[in-house]
């Protein structure tokens, strides 16, 4: 089993930026993809990000260029930096692992391990 914790959730204004953390323990040796997904109220799930473990990564098209994904696979931790934060970005934040690499899972929510979530809200 492998278990997750985010940290760095927060309100902000619209511009302004937040960097989340999402540590691992357990059996951290079987993860290969990590990711960061969304959720706002009333919606669906939706991938933000996905990393593997030689540092190759996939963004959804609505953050590209504002969010950037990076991971300390000594200490298989991943991170979210994010920048020029917009309303619509609001949401709780899960961080996810997986056993596979992101080529199965990516930006779909099928991975095995999640976080409890971190809220994220951004307001204009």
């Known amino acids: 089993q492998v278990q997750l914790v985010e940290s760095g959730g927060g309100s902000v204004q619209a511009g302004e930026s937040l960097s989340l953390s999402c540590e691992t323990s357990g059996y951290t040796y079987g993860i290969y993809c990590m990711g960061w997904f969304r959720q706002a109220p009333g919606k669906e799930r939706e991938g933000v990000a996905a990393?593997?473990?030689?540092?190759?990564?996939n963004y959804a098209d609505s953050v590209k260029g504002r969010f950037t994904i990076s991971r300390d696979n000594a200490k298989t931790t991943v991170y979210l930096q994010m920048n020029f934060l917009k309303p619509e970005d609001t949401g709780m934040y899960y961080c996810?692992?997986?056993?596979?690499?992101?080529?199965?899972?990516?930006?779909?929510?099928?991975?095995?391990?999640w976080g409890q979530g971190t809220q994220v809200t951004v307001s204009s």
């Open positions: 990393i593997d473990t030689d540092g190759s990564t």
């Open positions: 996810a692992a997986d056993s596979r690499p992101c080529a199965w899972a990516g930006l779909r929510a099928k991975y095995s391990w």
